[in-house]
């Protein structure tokens, strides 16, 4: 966006815009009405973009409360700030914090996400019956693999997105799904009318819900975390109280989210 206005700055020109389902509807028509209004304009932008890169990078907590405090206003900045210190002191009081490998980092946003090699690496590792089986490399990747909580053994397969939010578009998916792909679970495995507990319903594939490993409001994954480390323990857990749950009709691994 940036640099289309200073394209058309250079050029001395408006940028203009219409909408290209009605010709007659102009989308840019209440935007800068002169050459000095849109050099202004253009400033606002860039200090906008210094600001937001600040973030990307990684600033300190308290410089990010100042950067958002100048952006939104202090109190949506001090509250954005003491509900992420007290979400993640509830993660601390409930054993479930995260910590990245070598550095003792707290994941945190502006960090940068692990790539499809490195997340594979690390679940080889760990995991070394998992198999690549998708790889693009600038948004992500996929891997299966076995795992036998009890005695029953199941394949799973693994979609990984190291990114999500991209210039014109966003991507709906998770950061991170698991999906059992044998056996088949189903929605109704228990032969009752009742769905397993702790899924996302597939539209596209209803016999391959997604697991539901994480309640989002108590805890976010972010790909800054290893999947081996998370993400894969908590689909044996699922699998685990899944068992559990087909033989007893009763799910003790906390109260379901999801659909």
């Known amino acids: 966006m940036l640099e289309i206005f200073e394209a058309a700055q250079r050029a001395g020109r408006f940028v203009h815009e219409e909408n290209p389902a009605c010709r007659a509807d102009v989308l840019t028509d209440r935007w800068p009405a002169s050459l000095e209004d849109q050099e202004r304009f253009i400033g606002d932008l860039r200090e906008l973009t210094q600001k937001l890169m600040r973030l990307i990078e990684g600033a300190p907590l308290e410089e990010m409360r100042t950067i958002l405090g100048d952006l939104f206003g202090e109190r949506p900045a001090r509250d954005v700030v003491a509900d992420y210190i007290k979400r993640y002191g509830s993660q601390v009081k409930q054993g479930s914090g995260a910590h990245l490998p070598g550095t003792g980092q707290i994941p945190a946003a502006g960090m940068?996400?692990?790539?499809?090699?490195?997340?594979?690496?690390?679940?080889?590792?760990?995991?070394?019956?998992?198999?690549?089986?998708?790889?693009?490399?600038?948004?992500?990747?996929?891997?299966?693999?076995?795992?036998?909580?009890?005695?029953?053994?199941?394949?799973?397969?693994?979609?990984?997105?190291?990114?999500?939010f991209f210039d014109t578009w966003t991507l709906a998916n998770d950061y991170a799904s698991v999906q059992v792909v044998d056996p088949v679970i189903g929605l109704d495995p228990r032969k009752t009318g009742e769905w397993p507990p702790h899924i996302y319903f597939?539209?596209?594939?209803?016999?391959?819900?997604?697991?539901?490993?994480?309640?989002?409001?108590?805890?976010?994954?972010?790909?800054?975390?290893?999947i081996a480390e998370t993400i894969v323990p908590w689909a044996s857990d699922w699998l685990f109280f899944f068992e559990g749950w087909l033989a007893t009709g009763e799910w003790e691994g906390g109260d379901p989210f999801g659909l």
């Open 112 to 164: 940068i996400a692990l790539s499809v090699g490195e997340q594979g690496r690390r679940i080889r590792a760990v995991f070394p019956d998992f198999k690549l089986t998708l790889e693009a490399s600038w948004m992500g990747g996929g891997w299966e693999g076995p795992l036998t909580p009890i005695m029953r053994r199941y394949r799973i397969r693994v979609t990984y997105f190291r990114r999500r």
């Open 202 to 226: 597939n539209r596209a594939a209803p016999q391959y819900p997604r697991l539901c490993l994480y309640d989002p409001r108590e805890r976010l994954w972010i790909p800054e975390e290893y």
